[in-house]
């Protein structure tokens, strides 16, 4: 016999939850409330090469990945797999940091990779400052420049593949949540006010961040193609932390560090490399680490 809706309903709630228990992220958001002092309303991602920023902060409470109940861990080269809590900036702001995030390269599924930003969300934080290194495509930008990311093109999406994927627990947010302001406008004006205070206005730029699943660094024709379609950057991540993240109702603010240029011409003898990326975000950490400090500091006065 035909299902009616009502039971056709029921069957779709039977599918598999491509996550954990709501309980479990409570039991590791209560594990780390009890063993650190700190509160914030501010959660930093620091991509590759770029985990500097936590070691800027004063008094912290530092977790291995490990040692975190429910938490993946780092396999990335450039990724330290620390959690940190602490005061960034002269005003001792209260933030956590997370030196070294999660990549759907490494093999994780999409509630791996957010798994931190929704224990961010039960621990009280409201902002999700992400950072990360980036391939440019846009012919106006340099290594070593920093690009405000104004939107995404999440490619991973359009192909079905999201962290917002299986059945929708409300609790974490809506079904279909909006993405056209996932980059808020007020965080982003203030970075744009913050950018010359730190006498970065030369090598400051505000565009699309383009993301692919990796680890093989674009071809030339692959390039071109993610340059038609509007994108100033490319990069491997980032993408599934930010939709989480304003699954659940947080603001976003987004920083990529240029690390190389896309090649896009089959002549060039350059190629690109994880090491390149390193040593660039290595040698950027500082102004990276200027600009978020500089914004955080806006925020917490
Ligand atoms: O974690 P992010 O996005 O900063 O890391 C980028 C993308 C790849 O993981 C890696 C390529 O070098 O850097």
């Known amino acids: 016999m035909m299902n009616g809706p009502a039971e056709r309903k029921e069957e779709a709630s039977v599918v598999p939850v491509n996550s954990l228990p709501f309980d479990e992220y409570v039991r590791t958001a209560n594990f780390l409330r009890e063993k650190t002092r700190h509160r914030p309303k501010i959660a930093i991602i620091a991509g590759s090469g ?15 990945y490990h040692d975190i109940p429910n938490f993946p861990v780092s396999t990335v080269v450039g990724h330290a797999g620390r959690l940190a809590f602490g005061l960034l900036g002269p005003t001792q702001v209260p933030v956590v940091c997370m030196q070294g995030r999660f990549h ?8 791996k990779i957010t798994f931190p930003v929704r224990i961010f969300k039960l ?6 400052i992400v950072t990360n290194a980036v391939g440019g495509l846009n012919p106006e930008y340099h290594v070593g420049d920093i690009m405000l990311i104004k939107d995404h093109i999440n490619f991973a999406g359009f192909a079905g593949v999201s962290a917002l994927c299986g059945v929708n627990d409300e609790r974490w947010g809506p079904r279909f949540p909006p993405m056209n302001d996932a980059y808020d406008k007020g965080l982003r004006a203030l970075a744009r006010q913050t950018a010359p205070e730190c006498q970065f206005q030369d ?16 071809t030339c024709a692959e390039a071109r193609m993610l340059r ?4 100033d950057v490319v990069g491997m991540s980032t993408v599934s932390e930010v939709i989480t993240a304003r699954h659940c109702g947080m603001k976003v603010l987004g920083f990529s560090l240029i690390t190389n ?15 390149e990326v ?10 990276m680490q200027d600009l978020v400090s500089g914004v955080v500091t806006k925020l917490g006065s």
Request: aromatic share 10%; glycine share 14%; net charge negative.
């Open 50 to 64: 770029l985990g500097g920023l936590g070691n800027a902060l004063e008094q912290t409470d530092i977790f291995d």
């Open 104 to 111: 759907a390269y490494e093999g994780y599924p999409q509630w």
């Open 123 to 128: 621990l009280g934080v409201e902002i999700l």
């Open 203 to 218: 090598f400051f730029h505000e565009g699309t961040y383009a993301m692919v699943g990796g680890p093989m660094f674009e």
């Open 228 to 231: 038609s379609v509007g994108g």
């Open 261 to 275: 240029v896309v090649i896009q011409d089959e002549t060039s003898d350059d190629t690109a490399n994880h090491q």
């Open 278 to 287: 390193l040593q660039v975000g290595i040698h950027r950490a500082k102004a």
